[in-house]
């Protein structure tokens, strides 16, 4: 069992579909960060979804999902800033890595066109 | 030809029987064809397979959900290929994150009342086997007993 049961966790829906969960979290947060099924939270707590995961910011608080196989899913939620923290810090490395991505394309893509000389020697 | 690959039979929750039934029969069937099996799930559905195997004569081993959630994430260890059995929305919740976690080959067994529609629904990468069984396990081992491995 996870420790995530241990901690002081506030129970905002119960035994629901995960779709229900995820639209709960978007729109009761004031920030929704997506992550993959199999992000750690709580030290010992690996997230359970169908892809996008939407995880929540509410004040010092981590809305997330909770899924249990012969109860449903539950929304929870839990002050954390550390555990905010590295989720904003997430995020950023994704939002860093993507536009070195699109940096690397454009870079490729505005090389410039082979002239015309070139291509006659040829 | 399978020796020494690995499989893992992921259960869900054990109120719809033929999941007994069908974990006991796949796990015997794929240690007979040489495959290493692992059977994973919480409690209740282990504590069922424990009594109902008591000799380990069928399934050798077996492991924690989280627990197995947790290695193939951080890289500890991972399947060739994996059955995840489900009948819920939560079932059909673990096998996406299975999907999205391991590198092995994965079938989505689905049964109960419902299975054609939660067939229908699953979007992720996973080779679908359906059957609408609750209490005879017959349609479902068809299913199984057609699959390539």
């Known amino acids: ?122 | 030809m399978n020796q020494g690959k690995s499989a893992l039979l992921v259960m869900g929750c054990p109120e719809v029987p033929v999941q007994i039934s069908m974990v006991i029969y796949l796990a015997h069937k794929l240690k007979k064809a040489g495959w290493d099996v692992t059977v994973a799930g919480t409690n209740a559905p282990v504590k069922l397979l424990k009594v109902a195997d008591p000799e380990s004569y069928y399934v050798q081993k077996m492991a924690d959900l989280d627990q197995t959630i947790a290695d193939i994430v951080e890289k500890k260890y991972d399947y060739d290929i994996c059955f995840a059995f489900m009948h819920s929305d939560a079932g059909m919740t673990y096998g996406a994150t299975f999907s999205a976690i391991s590198h092995a080959r994965l079938f989505a067994v689905v049964f109960g009342k419902n299975a054609e529609a939660l067939g229908e629904s699953i979007d992720y990468p996973a080779e679908k086997i359906v059957a609408v069984a609750t209490h005879n396990p017959g349609p479902l081992k068809n299913k199984i007993d057609k699959v390539a491995l």
């Open chain 1, 1 to 122: 069992m996870s420790c995530i049961e241990q901690l002081k966790y506030r129970l905002y829906l119960e035994r629901t579909s995960f779709k229900e969960a995820r639209e709960y979290i978007e729109k009761n947060s004031e920030e929704v960060y997506y992550v993959d099924p199999g992000y750690r939270i709580f030290k010992d707590y690996y997230i359970i979804g169908i892809p996008p995961v939407a995880m929540g910011v509410r004040g010092k608080e981590l809305l997330f999902t909770y899924v249990k196989p012969c109860h449903g899913t539950f929304v929870m939620g839990i002050d954390s800033d550390e555990e905010i923290a590295r989720l904003r810090e997430n995020e950023a490395r994704k939002v860093k890595g993507s536009l070195k991505k699109a940096d690397k394309a454009k870079a490729e893509s505005s090389s410039p066109p082979a002239s015309f000389a070139e291509i006659y020697r040829k």
